[in-house]
């Protein structure tokens, strides 16, 4: 026999084998296992660079609330990284939600302060009013009656006026940075503009010398409307920064500031009878 | 129409089997006879005798449960002849190289026993599959009773033309010695 001859004697093979290598090959789990691998690649790399992403935010955030901390004298002891990102969550929204936060403000208090708060309130510093504490002692914010001069460093917006008993308030925002001659102050002056750094003050016209004298001042927030409550008392709508988010997920990559809105009240004398925290306000930049 | 009920057809004398036939492995017969006649006109008289071939063939046989395998038989056994009838240049050469690769499986007489019928050939190079791996018997079968090119192969099981031919190479050996071991003389 020779090879040609085999080659027709191929002929017997078992038709089992024949059929076996006439199956169509299987592309579909060859190109299955491309996708797949394919996908685990896109999954691994969106894993490392959400990974990547997540770290760096959360760094971000805990270098914020490190700075927050610093900025007012707040002790870290006994804090965790996360409690302090929460804590700082807590009291810079002035949320005061979380069980750190009244523990944090009580023991960095020093005893001067204690002793100032103590004297101005006529009542120990305690769990129960940690909100006056940080807004007056922390934050020193001036809930004082009476009048205090004008810093001329400071460039005056009126945000709004109102007459209320024969007196004229304006609710101003102050930006540091630009000189101006305060007396110039007029009703058309009035921008809503959030730039700089902001101080909302609350000034009332001396009826006597004409001279607007601040009621009120608090650092770092924007001043807003003035209305009136029903028994006459004068109402102050104050936005105060509490948290900055930066936000990729949006197509413009925009900054944003989430404000709350505060209503402070002030009876005839310019005292601050109450405060409360009504909404928030969201500016996008 | 499943394999039984066209092999019914046949055996009822049922012209319409020949149709339900071509209608299912026509297509696939054509190919197989194209790969070995490389002649469109040709292959489709391969298809054609195939056809003619089995109408004769059903009964005696009855190939209920292999009637590809039986057709794929016969377009072989007719591709092979049109190619060596016709001698056409290309394709002999072809012929000529596989068949150069099958003297490489035929044992040495002086080693071997007595011919062998048909049958035991048969039983033999199917004992020899048997003891290959899927993928090697499916390369080894689709070279010499396909006979497709090497390049074919390599493509069709996605391997190198150099693995390819290495294991064929391979395979021709085992199938010599397989033969010896078993006192095959050809």
Not at chain 1, 203 to 224: C, F, H, N, S
Request: hydrophobic share 35%; net charge negative.
């Amino acid at each position: 026999m020779n090879g040609n001859e085999l080659l027709d004697k191929m002929g017997l093979i078992d038709p089992a084998f024949i059929e076996e290598a006439d199956a169509p090959q299987v592309k579909k789990a060859v190109a299955l296992k491309r996708w797949l691998a394919a996908a685990a690649c896109l999954v691994l790399l969106f894993s490392l660079g959400f990974g990547t992403y997540a770290y760096a935010v959360e760094a971000k955030e805990y270098q914020e609330a490190l700075e927050f901390f610093e900025e007012h004298d707040l002790t870290t002891e006994n804090l965790s990284r996360t409690d302090i990102k929460e804590v700082y969550n807590d009291i810079a929204t002035e949320s005061f939600t979380n069980s750190f936060s009244a523990n944090v403000i009580l023991n960095s208090l020093t005893p001067e302060q204690a002793k100032a708060y103590e004297n101005r309130f006529n009542q120990q510093p305690s769990l129960g009013n940690v909100k006056e504490i940080w807004t007056y002692v922390f934050k020193n914010a001036e809930p004082t009656a009476g009048y205090s001069p004008i810093d001329e460093d400071f460039r005056y917006l009126v945000v709004d006026s109102m007459e209320l008993k024969g007196k004229k308030y304006v609710s101003v925002d102050a930006i540091e940075g630009e000189k101006c001659n305060y007396p110039q102050i007029n009703e058309e002056d009035i921008s809503r503009r959030w730039s700089g750094k902001h101080t909302a003050m609350l000034l009332v016209e001396d009826p006597d010398t004409k001279e607007w004298q601040v009621i009120y001042k608090m650092p770092g927030a924007r001043a807003g409307e003035l209305s009136n409550t029903p028994k006459a008392n004068l109402v102050w709508n104050v936005e105060t920064s509490a948290k900055i988010v930066y936000s990729p997920g949006t197509s413009s990559f925009r900054y944003y500031i989430v404000c709350d809105l505060v209503q402070y009240t002030f009876d005839d004398s310019g005292t601050l009878v109450d405060t409360a925290k009504t909404s928030q306000v969201i500016h996008k930049f | 129409m499943d394999d039984s009920q066209i092999v019914s057809l046949y055996l009822s004398r049922d012209e319409t089997a020949i149709g339900q036939t071509a209608e299912k492995y026509g297509k696939r017969l054509y190919t197989l006879a194209y790969g070995i006649v490389a002649d469109e006109q040709t292959a489709e008289e391969c298809e054609n005798d195939t056809y003619m071939q089995a109408w004769n063939s059903i009964p005696p046989h009855e190939p209920r449960e292999y009637l590809y395998p039986f057709l794929a038989r016969i377009t072989r056994h007719i591709a092979l002849n049109h190619c060596r009838d016709r001698e056409r240049l290309k394709r002999s050469a072809h012929i000529c190289e596989l068949s150069a690769e099958m003297e490489q499986c035929i044992p040495d007489p002086k080693t071997s026993g007595c011919p062998v019928e048909d049958m035991v050939l048969g039983e033999a190079i199917n004992g020899f599959l048997g003891t290959l791996d899927t993928q090697k018997r499916n390369i080894f079968v689709r070279r010499y009773w396909y006979m497709d090119s090497v390049a074919d192969i390599a493509r069709r099981y996605r391997l190198s033309e150099s693995k390819v031919k290495t294991t064929l190479f391979r395979c021709r050996n085992k199938l010599r010695e397989y033969l010896e071991k078993e006192g095959c003389t050809l």
